[in-house]
Nanobody, 120 residues
Framework: QVQLVESGGGLVQAGGSLRLSCAAS????????MGWFRQAPGKDREFVAT????????NYEDSVKGRFTISRDNAKNTVYLQMNSLKPEDTAVYFC?????????????WGQGTQVTVSS
């Protein structure tokens, strides 16, 4: 089992920036690909960005490309999401997720979520 705790959410004006952090504990962090997902009110949870266990490959949802950056520090067992040029449509609860490198799926492990609200 891996435990995930997000932090860094809050209220920001459109055009502003936030950095989310997700601290992992319980198992070897390098054994997991990591990701960020979000869920807006009345909508399904959606993919935002993922990063492989080594940090060598990242993927982004089209609407956040060029604005968000996912990164990880394996020495600190932490994954980050730097969000710039925020828009009101980015408002959602952001969840950290872990996928085991070998045979795992997104959705195996979730954090509790952190609220991001972008005002216009």
């Amino acid at each position: 089992q891996v435990q995930l705790v997000e932090s860094g959410g809050g209220l920001v004006q459109a055009g502003g920036s936030l950095r989310l952090s997700c601290a992992a504990s319980g198992r070897t962090f390098r054994n997991y690909d990591m990701g960020w997902f979000r869920q807006a009110p009345g909508k399904d949870r959606e993919f935002v960005a993922t990063i492989t266990w080594s940090g060598g490959i990242t993927n982004y949802e089209d609407s956040v490309k060029g604005r968000f950056t996912i990164s990880r520090d394996n020495a600190k067992n932490t994954v980050y999401l730097q969000m710039n040029s925020l828009k009101p449509e980015d408002t959602a609860v952001y969840f950290c997720a872990a996928r085991p490198r070998f045979g795992g799926n997104w959705g195996d492990y979730w954090g509790q979520g952190t609220q991001v609200t972008v005002s216009s």
